[in-house]
């Protein structure tokens, strides 16, 4: 049972991250100059035409994906939490945090390459303890 320590801290780093990231669909930062003013001017109304009669701009997408990207690690803290509480058999507990273990290292990969050093540091601790839980197990 030593892993349940570990999965516990990776279901609380995804509940973190959650609302951390939650916090940034209601609060932006303004444009520090005069470039980063007509970027957020066109992200927020340029709209794409992406066919049937669906116009996008490239905020309302980020503001989809971000919404997104949150309720992913909600599900996978809210899953991982139940099914501690719940004391489900070991070989279940490794086929689910196997399939946290690839869907949040694929997670983790990405925000490496594409975003910032709070993201990946959250995502790299929740697959740090899955991996660690996932070993203990």
Known sequence: MKYVKWLKAAAICQFLTAFIH???LFFSRPPNNETEKQIFDLMG???FDFGGGFFRSMSDLTIALSACFSLVCLLGGLLNWYLMKKSVPTEIMKGVITINLIVFGICFALMAVFTFLPPIILTGLIFFFLIVSRVTI
Do not use: P
């Open 45 to 47: 109304n340029y709209k």
């Open 22 to 24: 939650v916090l940034s």
